[in-house]
């Protein structure tokens, strides 16, 4: 089966499309990514019969979205218009605006603090017409029930507005929307109705919690595990939005089995995840921006290990890996276990160079270490005094030079200040240390009970100086704004060599779809959405720099050896080999590309406007 080419006609022309999501404008997860990203493409389809609806927290979106004032709204003649207005005339707080991302599209924002009056009745009437149960004391669940209350209303005012033939679309993402979708179909409201389960609420957390999840799915008392995680009523949530939509939709083959054991339905469709990918595109800069920004990173390495021991940064590989702290369905246990394997083949092998491979995470830290700081504070001193002797050895040898009449090189030494090299001395003596580089680069709130630095130990993997592969655990997001790495998640992929993403649990997976995009090879697995994707629809795809370890009916240990067998041929590639595979990987990344991917959601909107 080959990637499908984008539609080049519009779908449905006398349609509108109203896309729901908890992420509009409000980065909460990865389906910030997925909508955000789909925009230009939609737009390009749609264009102002389009728009996005989701909850305003100002605070998160002040830095994305532009309201409309009072006369742009009132000088509006569209339909999106005419039901805000209509809201506002209702007395309701809604705002309409455009969302500053690549293609500005419309966005609808609606407050659902100022239904909080009405909570009451609201989960009255979810209990009584729906069976969902709501606790009192999960404001959460009072958000996103009091949202897809106003999110109703809102979209019963927009039908009310279209003039046939035109016909209204709402697609909803995920639980936290999926509030409005029972009453809509109760109440006959004449709107076709899309959702989308990007990951089921209860497989996520039964991954995490059951080694074995994939052998026990048909067996899973749904209700009676909602308890058990007190998921209850987002899980109820769920399952009725997929039972109360005209078109069911999941993102990858791989969350079809779930929807079918925990929420009782086959999807209609599968969606796969894309990227915009034009944001991604660096021309023929990219293997420029891998030099500039392993420069970057061979920075850290420096501070982080060369005050303890030094090691060729020329002959260092940087891996990494990064996501939500999920220890087993994110795979970082296979992922310690095959560099635990490649360390020891390193040893035993002879081969010349290092690896330092990244854990970038988020987990609930005190601060970042003092050693790790002052190391780092110290070697900007170092560097500060390395070129203030450059400048004044570069003025005099000049000098020299003009002034010689012997064409030798002369005692660079001699052109030092004795204080420029009593700073030096000292500056060097105070920073260089016995002790082993740390694992961690944070003081954790529970370092005892952290998974990766109880494998670390266990492994004896504690960047020994003798460990050819070398271990960093980042807690916390990369950032410019870090005065460890100082650089953008985006730039610090680009200058890594290799992404390694094993999941166990991964309903699509887009780490190894961002390294593709920026032109880095990655490994993915057949239990994620995207490795199955490309083990279903890109041919070659390791000849393109994509990897999948195979997860599915094989046990951890041949996993691991597979993987660690993944790691032992991409550390034996020469530099020329290595340049070679980020321009596949880089070129193949278009087969991602939302234009081409768009075409599932025209057929899934094609097939709701059938059904009513």
């Not at 234009?595 to 709701?608: C, G, H, I």
Request: charged share 20%.
């Amino acid at each position: 089966m080959q990637v499908p080419l984008s539609s080049p006609e519009p779908i449905a022309p006398d349609a509108l499309l109203v896309e729901v999501a908890w992420e509009v404008c409000n980065q909460v997860g990865g389906i910030y990514t997925v909508i955000r990203s789909k925009v230009p493409a939609t737009v390009q389809v749609w264009d102002e019969r389009y728009c996005l609806l989701g909850p305003y927290f100002a605070h998160q979106a002040q830095g994305e979205f532009e309201p409309y004032d009072d006369y742009q709204l009132a000088t509006l003649t569209d339909p999106f218009a005419d039901a805000v207005r209509e809201m506002r005339r209702h007395g309701y707080d809604v705002q309409l605006g455009i969302w500053l991302v690549t293609g500005r599209p419309r966005v609808v924002l609606i407050n659902p603090y100022q239904a909080y009056n009405r909570l009451g009745q609201i989960k009255y009437d979810l209990w009584h017409h729906h069976g969902i149960p709501t606790p009192d004391n999960d404001d959460l669940l009072h958000q996103v029930e009091a949202f897809g209350y106003l999110a109703k209303i809102f979209l019963q005012i927009l039908t009310a507005q279209v003039v046939p033939p035109q016909r209204v679309l709402a697609h909803f993402h995920e639980w936290m929307t999926g509030v409005a979708i029972p009453d809509l179909r109760r109440e006959q409201v004449p709107v076709h109705l899309v959702f989308t389960t990007h990951a089921t609420l209860l497989g996520r957390y039964l991954a995490m919690n059951d080694p074995n999840f994939y052998d026990h799915l048909m067996q899973v008392d749904w209700a009676a595990e909602a308890r058990h995680f007190n998921i209850e009523t987002a899980v109820t949530i769920e399952r009725a939005a997929a039972h109360g939509s005209h078109v069911f939709t999941t993102v990858s083959e791989l969350t079809v089995r779930e929807c079918i054991y925990l929420l009782d339905r086959i999807p209609d469709a599968v969606l796969p995840n894309g990227l915009n990918i034009e944001r991604f595109v660096a021309l023929h800069e990219f293997q420029n921006l891998h030099q500039q920004y392993k420069s970057k990173i061979h920075e850290f390495v420096m501070a982080h290990f060369f005050q303890s021991y030094s090691f060729d940064l020329d002959n260092t590989l940087y891996l990494f890996t990064s996501g939500r702290y999920e220890y087993h369905n994110k795979g970082f246990d296979l992922t310690l276990e095959a560099l635990a394997r490649l360390n020891y083949r390193l040893q035993q092998s002879g081969l010349q160079g290092n690896v330092v491979m990244f854990f970038i995470t988020k987990r609930p830290f005190h601060s970042i270490n003092p050693q790790v700081l002052q190391s780092r504070a110290v070697l900007d001193e170092v560097q500060a005094t390395v070129e203030a002797i450059q400048q004044q050895v570069g003025e005099r040898l000049f000098y020299a030079a003009a002034a010689s009449t012997d064409h030798r090189l002369p005692d660079l030494s001699s052109m030092v200040d004795d204080y420029w090299k009593l700073r030096y001395r000292r500056t060097l003596q105070s920073w260089k240390t016995t002790s082993l580089p740390p694992v961690i680069t944070h003081n954790l709130v529970d370092d005892a009970n952290d998974d990766i630095l109880d494998f670390v130990r266990r492994a004896n993997l504690v960047n020994n100086q003798h460990d050819r592969v070398k271990i960093v655990y980042h807690p916390d997001f990369v950032s410019p704004t870090s005065p460890l790495f100082g650089m953008e998640y985006g730039q610090f992929v680009r200058g890594c060599h290799l992404g390694i993403f094993p999941s166990y649990y991964e309903p699509w997976g887009y780490t190894p779809l961002e390294c593709a995009a920026r032109g880095v090879p990655a490994i993915t697995s057949d239990l994620s959405g995207f490795g199955d994707y490309v083990l279903q629809n890109v041919a070659n795809h390791e000849d393109k720099g994509i990897f999948v370890v195979h997860r599915q009916e094989k046990s951890f240990e041949e996993s691991a050896e597979e993987l660690t067998e993944m790691l032992w041929q991409f550390v034996q590639l020469n530099r020329r080999e290595r340049i070679m595979q980020r321009n596949n990987v880089e070129s193949s990344s278009e087969l991602f590309d939302w234009k081409n991917l768009r075409v599932y959601y025209d057929r899934a909107y094609a097939l709701a406007l059938e059904r009513y």
